[in-house]
Every structure is written in C-alpha cells, then in structure tokens.
C-alpha cells in the first residue's frame, strides 16, 4: 500500500520543495522565498508526500505542493502543483481540499486564485468545486505570456459547503483506496 500524507513544509524539506517547483513551475520561488512562507503566520504551505508501506526502506517523495495566504478573509490560493508523474491520480484534489479545510480552521470566507487560461485539468477541478471565474489578468505568466483567469469560491464557512466538503473528502477516499492508495491526514 502506498501512503500519501500531507503536512506544512518543515525547513528540512526545502531543499526538495524547489526541485519540485522546478519541474512543475520553472522555478516560481526560490528556498529562501519558501523559508519565508514557513515563517509567516499567514500562510499555510502544504506538501503531499508519497511512501511505499511494503517497501523495506522508510522513503518518502514529495510528489506536491499548494499554498494559501491567509488575507483578511480571504484564502488566497498561491500555489497548486503535481509533479508530473503523478498527474491525473486525484493528488491535485487531496491538496485542493487539503488548502480548503485550512481555509475553514483559519475562518477564512472565499478562496480565489489566478489559474492559466490554458491549463484545462486545474481550471476542472476548481470548477467542480463551485470556483467560478470572475475575470482575467492579461499577460499574466511572464514566460509564457499567457493570460490568467480569476476564479472565487464564496461562502466557504457555509453548513452546505463544508457538508459538500467532507462527500468530496470521501469520494475521494474511496477512489484511492481502489488504487491502492491511503490518504493520512495530518
């Protein structure tokens, strides 16, 4: 059985965070920028890391990251990323919610972030959780020139929502379990 379990980013795996981010994000930040988010109180800095409970060796990879920052009410959405390895297997779901129940405990009210307009995979997923687009940031990604669409979830500390919350938390449970996976959460 593999283990996935999400944690905040210890100053030990810093190192490992900025390979991550350049494979999947070009190198957005560097270790002294996550240094930084560790340390500020506004920030919640997750990491999904993957071991293997059959394997002789106590080995884990981090496989993903996410970050929220905590802006008034609002649970501003930094960072989302899967090293692509490891894409399309409902890791980018677990940190979704994992960054929304943080959101919650934080008693924060909406979530918003910027997403590429190209990026079809993660703009579904934000959909399919009530993010809506509200507008655009024209040539927002400086390497690309792309342009980056808004999204905002509303009423986040809403009995509805958090109901809905813990159905997706299930669901999604239940299909890595089918995949031989175990979703600890810490």
């Not at 930084?36 to 884990?60: A, F, G, M, Y």
């Not at 943080?102 to 909406?110: D, G, T, V, Y």
């Not at 993010?131 to 040539?139: A, C, D, H, I, T």
């Amino acid at each position: 059985m593999k283990i996935l379990e999400t944690q905040l980013l210890r100053p030990s795996q810093v190192s490992q965070i900025v390979a991550l981010d350049r494979i999947c994000l070009g190198g957005l930040w560097t270790a002294e920028g996550y240094l930084r988010e560790i340390d500020s109180p506004n920030s919640s800095l997750l990491v999904l890391n993957l071991s293997d409970r059959n394997s002789t060796k106590s080995n884990s990879i981090m496989v993903g990251m996410a970050c929220l920052w905590s802006i008034v009410e609002e649970a501003h959405i930094t960072l989302l990323a899967i090293h692509p390895d490891y894409r399309q297997q409902g890791f980018g779901t677990l940190l979704l919610l994992s960054l929304l129940n943080n959101a919650i405990a934080r008693k924060l009210e909406w979530a918003t972030l910027e997403v590429n307009v190209n990026n079809f995979s993660a703009i579904n997923l934000y959909k399919k959780f009530g993010f809506e687009v509200v507008g655009k940031r024209r040539k927002y990604y400086s390497s690309t020139g792309d342009d980056a669409s808004i999204l905002w979830l509303k009423k986040l500390q809403q009995p509805d929502f958090k109901t809905a919350l813990i159905q997706w938390q299930q669901s999604l449970a239940t299909d890595l379990s089918e995949n031989n996976y175990y979703w600890h959460k810490s």
